[in-house]
Nanobody, 124 residues
Framework: QVQLVESGGGLVQAGASLRLLCVNS????????WGWFRQAPGKEREFVATVNTGGTRTSYRDSVKGRFTIVRDNAKNAVYLNMNNLIPEDTAVYYC?????????????????WGQGTQVTVSS
């Protein structure tokens, strides 16, 4: 069984940095893709970032390019989302997701497992 647990969210001021962590404490796969998604109040969940099995290919939504970095640590069965220069529009619940396959994947339907979410709030 796969269990994804996120941590690292919080309340910060605009311009600050946060690092989100997601750990898979259950079953692992020889090929898996990690993704981060977010959902702001009143909005649909949206793709943020993804990294493929080997950590060699990544993809980001345009609004976070140059500010966010996704990094996977296969030895720890974990993925990080490093977020710099945060802006109020980044405020959302952030979810990590795990998809079985090489990836990277940008669509929600490609992911098989989801974490419970962690709140990120950026004040102006």
């Amino acid at each position: 069984q796969v269990q994804l647990v996120e941590s690292g969210g919080g309340l910060v001021q605009a311009g600050a940095s946060l690092r989100l962590l997601c750990v898979n404490s259950g079953r692992t796969f020889s090929r898996s893709t990690w993704g981060w998604f977010r959902q702001a109040p009143g909005k649909e969940r949206e793709f943020v970032a993804t990294v493929n099995t080997g950590g060699t290919r990544t993809s980001y939504r345009d609004s976070v390019k140059g500010r966010f970095t996704i990094v996977r640590d296969n030895a720890k069965n974990a993925v990080y989302l490093n977020m710099n220069n945060l802006i109020p529009e980044d405020t959302a619940v952030y979810y990590c997701a795990l998809g079985v396959g090489t990836g990277p994947f940008v669509q929600e339907r490609s992911y098989d497992y989801w974490g419970q979410g962690t709140q990120v709030t950026v004040s102006s």
